[in-house]
């Protein structure tokens, strides 16, 4: 009996251990899992991400006609960004630091001559989304992001972070994000001071630096209010926007001998009014339409009252697996240049905001960027070739004819002829890895006096065949990717 309990017993100890051993491998398996699971969670919560693009580019009357007999400049520019982000409970924060500079603009031992305008490093975002709904919550996103942030939307025509340029385009904003079902609304604000004032709030938009807006207007905004509202079909793309910035109000004061005018900022503000529609619309699986119609109302930034439009339209038709092209137009108003402008004379010029107008305008960016072309609008008829040679390259071509969209005085009393030129753009990109590509671009124009005239370019004995070429490198890294 004692030999046939001792048995037992021993058996039951054994199964004891054993269950414990199963236990205590599963405990130790199960906390090995959270804690990679933890580890994994903490790397998905935080990004690290970077760019470095060099631009090397040849410019032979870029932006505006040179003169005949000038030399064409040769440069290169660098942007740099370092980028982090942080995911956690119903919150977001995300911060982006830039360095953009042209190579060889510091000495290269010291860095104590860099003046104001030369000193490229800024803060492009810095920003943080708090989610107003739990995580359980059935909306997809209901959420505040308020801070330094692009502002972006639809093809990027009237706002967009207009990338091409090396520091890009940001605003100091707030904005209350909703999505669900397809629905997207966001409103948006934002208010400009020039520094921490102890009284009133006075604002100075005016930097000599820096030709803020487009059709370069060279005044900030001082406040801007905006809402948007996006629904996703099954034909397409439908949007809404009214955008309403504001200028500060000044007045024009001469004094002195001789007489000098200055300009003197006061209280309130002139309020410019920007609605409109956008659509993306697939009209059968292999032709798509997009465009929109804009109105601007109110008053511009020197206080004139604004009637102006702007309608576009672009189709795209798919030609085998690889090839698209397709005609469009783009329209916006402008003032006919054969009357006399005055200070009660409404404003029919028509301005895109805040958007990316290398994408729409050329890429030799005569209109609509930091260099103007007189106040008479534009048409723009283009015709546009996409064909992707293999799944990392693409080949583009763009050509288009530039015409004003009013009248051009020759300053006798007669008409210039409306029509202003003609541009071809070549456009290759090449993705050598997914974080390496290259774009290498080349420009020509066929420009008539018409643009070189005073009304627009106002460039005597103008070179008409101006050309441009760039070479650009782009690399994105992920820091935190797996290899």
Known sequence: MSTLTNLILKNQSQKKESLFNSKLSKTILLGIAITCLGKFEAKAQFTLTGQLRDRVEMRAGQGTLQQKGDKAALFTSQRTRL????????????????????WGQDASSINRTTTEANNGILLHEAWAEISLVDTLSTIQNFSVKAGRQEISYDDQKVLGSLDWLQQGRRHDAIVFKYANKGWIADVGAAFNQNKENNTGTIYNGTNSAYGAGTNGIGTMYKSFQYAYIGKKFFFGDLSFLFFK???????????????????VNGEGVWSRNTTGIYYNVNATRKLNFMGSFYHQGGHDKDGRSLSANMASITSTYQVGR????????????????????????????????YGTPHKFWGSMDYFYAANGFGK???LNYFFKIKYNAKDNLSFFLDVHGFESANKITNGAGGKLNSYLGTEVDLTVRYNL???????AGYSIMKATNSLASAPVKNVANADLTPQFAYVMLNIKPNFLAKK
């Open 83 to 102: 980028s982090a982000g942080y995911t956690g409970y119903r919150f977001k924060i995300y911060t982006s630091l830039q360095d953009v500079r042209v």
């Open 245 to 263: 910035d504001d200028f500060n109000k000044y007045t024009n004061v001469t004094a002195g001998t001789p007489p000098v005018t200055t300009k």
């Open 322 to 353: 690889k090839l698209f092209i397709g005609p469009g137009v783009d329209y916006l108003s402008g003032d006919d240049g054969t009357k006399t402008v005055t200070t009660t004379s409404d404003n029919n010029r028509f301005d895109p905001l």
């Open 376 to 378: 008479q609008g534009l």
């Open 433 to 439: 890895t997914k974080i390496i590509n290259f774009e």
